[in-house]
């Protein structure tokens, strides 16, 4: 296989290197497309994501649907070849308008799940601080990540029911550099986990959008604080930075999932935005998409198998606990999807609340 491909037409190289050669030879290096739906009555929900790990010589993806706490999962691989294909099998992703509009869509085949959905951004992208962690002589993360919010229209289709998309919220994000996880290799060194809790925020309402990171040690003290409350364009509003966040969470009993949560906004012009959020459906097993050694080896993302399609249904039914043919299912994180009041507007939003160790003044134990 040539080294060369498509993109080195293009007069944007970075490195000496071409396309195919990343910037680093760590194994882990991914870049990733990740989308998020909830239909307006919030009946239904999507995700899709499609990543390529150069260093590996693969690229794979994933569209799993939730309806009635049934999570249905579709997982697709293949080698990587063509470094402009946007595609994984019957899974396409495909960028009609950088920053403005994308097509999501599955193809039908011998698996749950058929979509063909069009995202049309309603906010401008915005760029995320840069996530960097050193460790124990190693690098454990290193990647950028930008986040936008939009709205779907087309169609979706799990298990023979089609649903029309029409306006459906939806926000995305894309990243990439070197994290943990990918390849089917973490050296075991340099992944201590201190207790940690991490907020991560994206909601609107018809009037304004919040979008923060938040991530606390066991005493509360903030470790990283990253995001803005916005406006549409036609409001003449400039962003304003967020200052300080104040957090009350209900988490499920006995569990690190949530049902409802507080949040108190402090902006930098010293205006104070309240926000409410009760969760929708359930929180995503995320080990249904590939992610937290997800696919039926084990492996996780990033790892050779060659033309791969594979589909399962875990259940959600029980609040906190995830199931798959009556067997306990380890779901990986946590991420979700929210119904939001935002000083008195409603709205959706995709808001995770994770987090590790023993952290007793959220009320969490060690598990």
């Given amino acids: 296989m040539s080294l060369l491909g498509p993109l080195d037409e293009q007069l944007n190289h970075q490195t000496s290197q071409p396309f195919r050669v990343p910037g680093t030879t760590d194994h882990r290096f991914y870049d990733r497309h990740w989308f998020e739906a909830i239909s307006t009555d919030g009946?239904?929900?999507?995700?899709?994501?499609?990543?390529?790990?150069?260093?590996?010589g693969v690229a794979d993806g994933f569209m799993v649907v939730q309806q009635n706490r049934q999570q249905t999962n579709v997982r697709v691989s293949r080698h990587l070849e063509n470094d402009l294909e946007s595609r994984v099998g019957p899974l396409v992703v495909d960028v009609i308008e950088p920053y403005e509009r994308i097509r999501v869509s599955l193809e039908r085949g011998d698996h749950p799940i058929a979509a063909e959905l069009e995202w049309r951004s309603v906010y401008p992208v915005y760029l995320?601080?840069?996530?960097?962690?050193?460790?124990?002589?190693?690098?454990?993360?290193?990647?950028?990540?930008y986040d936008q919010i939009g709205r779907w229209s087309g169609w979706l289709e799990v298990a023979g029911k089609r649903f029309e998309a029409t306006d459906w919220w939806g926000v995305r994000d894309h990243s990439w550099g070197v994290r943990p996880d990918v390849g089917g290799f973490e050296p075991s060194h340099g992944r201590r986990r201190e207790p940690m809790l991490w907020l991560w925020t994206f909601a609107t309402t018809d009037e304004l959008c919040v979008h923060f990171q938040l991530r606390e040690d066991t005493l509360g003290n903030v470790r990283h604080l990253d995001g803005e409350v916005s406006w549409p364009e036609a409001a003449g509003r400039e962003p304003v930075r967020i200052s300080r966040v104040e957090h009350d969470i209900e988490f499920i009993s006995g569990t690190r999932d949530w049902s409802r949560l507080h949040y108190t906004l402090h902006l930098e012009d010293g205006t104070v935005f309240e926000m409410d959020a009760e969760a929708l459906q359930s929180a995503w097993a995320y080990r249904g998409t590939g992610y937290e050694n997800g696919y039926e080896d084990s492996k996780g993302v990033g790892v050779v198998?060659?033309?791969?399609?594979?589909h399962d249904v875990v259940d959600l039914t029980v609040p906190g606990k995830v199931t798959r043919l009556g067997e306990p299912y380890f779901p990986g994180h946590r991420e979700q999807p929210a119904r939001v009041t935002i000083n008195g507007r409603g709205g959706y939003g995709h808001l995770p609340v994770m987090s590790s160790g023993r952290i007793e003044r959220y009320g969490l134990g060690k598990k």
Avoid: C
Wanted: charged share 25%; proline share 3%; glycine share 10%.
């Fill in 305 to 310: 198998r060659g033309e791969l399609i594979e």
């Fill in 128 to 145: 995320e601080a840069p996530h960097y962690t050193f460790s124990d002589g190693r690098v454990i993360q290193d990647t950028n990540r």
């Fill in 43 to 56: 009946e239904v929900m999507m995700l899709a994501g499609m990543g390529i790990y150069k260093n590996m």
